[in-house]
Structures are given as C-alpha cells and as structure tokens.
C-alpha cells in the first residue's frame, strides 16, 4: 500500500562511470571523454538524441576532470573567467541557437577556455553543424571543434538502458518484460524513458507488480511507445 500511495516517489538517476553500460555506439564517445589530454584541441562537442547519454558522460567527464556543469541558458551572469581558469562542461547549446545573451557568454567562454588550454565540453542534440547558432562567431568557433556523436543504440545497448531506467526509479522487471519492450516499442532513447515512466506510473495506480502484461497494455495504449 505505500507504493501505491508513493505517486511523486523521486527518481534516482544514477550518473557515475561504472553505472554507463559500454556498446559499439558509444565506446569512441567513452573514449575521448576519458582521454582529456589526447584531444587534438582543447574543445570537444558530444552530440546525440535525447536521452543518448549526453549528461551521463559530461558528468562522468566532470568527475574525472573537476569540471563545472552549466546549462548553456544560464551562462549570462556567469563568471566566465573563473569557469574558464579550468575544465568547464556545458549543456544543451542547441537550446540557446536565438539567445543573444547567451550566445555572446558562450563565445567569450570559448575564447577565454582557449586561450588559456582550459577543456570545454559542449553538448546538444544532432551534428553541430545543424545547431545554427544565431551568433556566426559563435557557431563557427562550434564548428572548429572536435566532435563525437552517440550512433542509435543496438539491443545489447537499449537493454541496457531499459534496465537502468527502471533502476533508477527502484524497479526490477521480469527479464521478459525488457525483451516484450525491445519487440515492440518504438527504439530510441527518449521514448525508452517516456516508456518507463509511464510504466511506473501505471503500477502505482493500479497497485501491480511491472509485468508483460501491464507493459503490453501500456504499449498497447501509446502505440508502441518504447
């Protein structure tokens, strides 16, 4: 009965090194994060879909360096010298393609990190390239950087994902219910996540225990919705 009545029971995501499963779509990501000094320049993009692994390697990449982690939104009013003096990880540049303010911080960090040899980890969904940045300096400064993109994810990959998923929210599945959603739910990332949860949300409500069957009624409901 209290984990039926635990609706808003947080979610604990799990973020460290030995908790990020290693597959041929991300090993090279892996790789470089984890060989800071070899970067044949100081700036290095991570690119890839939702729910790819993005912050889980920039805070694995974070703990390894010392890195700060900033959302590229919140970098106007940042002391962008103090962030520069060191490695610096930020976030989701993407979302900030028609921020002026934000755009503007970001190049100074840019400069400011490269002058003085400081890491700069930059993330965001789809090649960089793409991220049509309103800022042309910014953008081309974007450009010159390394990158590494998170490939689709295999079986091996998504199941591991699915596990982890339901991990973090303090559920462990029948081994047939990740292989009924690997079958039928639609395959990437985002969706895994908007799956589980919705999973989640449904045995507390219901009072059940995750099973084949509720995840066939869920997937059933959102159309194939992993």
């Known amino acids: ?37 070899t970067w044949p320049v100081p700036q290095l993009t991570l690119s890839g879909p ?14 390894l360096t010392g890195a700060p982690i900033l959302a590229a939104a919140d970098l106007p009013g940042a002391d962008l010298p103090a962030l520069a003096e ?9 979302a900030i393609a ?11 960090l840019y400069n400011l990190a490269t002058a003085r040899r400081s890491p700069l980890l930059m993330t965001g969904r789809g090649a960089p390239r793409r991220w049509n940045l309103a800022l042309p300096d910014a953008q081309s400064r974007i450009d010159a950087a390394c990158h590494i993109d998170l490939e689709a994810p295999d079986d091996r990959l998504l199941a591991a994902v699915l596990a982890k998923l339901f991990a973090d929210r303090q559920l462990v ?50 159309g194939g919705g992993v």
């Open 173 to 222: 599945p029948p081994a047939d219910v990740i292989a009924y959603i690997l079958r039928h739910g639609e395959r990437s990332f985002a969706a895994a996540a908007a799956t589980v949860a919705q999973i989640d949300r449904r045995a507390l409500e219901q009072g059940r225990k995750v099973s084949r069957a509720l995840v066939a009624e869920v997937l059933g409901e959102s």
């Open 98 to 108: 028609q921020d002026r303010p934000a755009l503007d911080a970001l190049f100074h």
């Open 86 to 94: 060191g490695p610096v990880a930020v976030e989701d540049v993407p």
């Open 50 to 63: 939702a729910g790819s692994g993005k912050t889980h390697l920039t805070h694995v990449w974070a703990s």
């Open 1 to 37: 009965m209290a984990r039926q009545l635990s609706l808003d029971l947080p979610v604990r995501t799990v973020l460290g090194r030995d908790d990020f499963f290693v597959a041929p779509s991300n090993a090279l990501a892996l790789a470089m994060i984890e060989s800071t000094p």
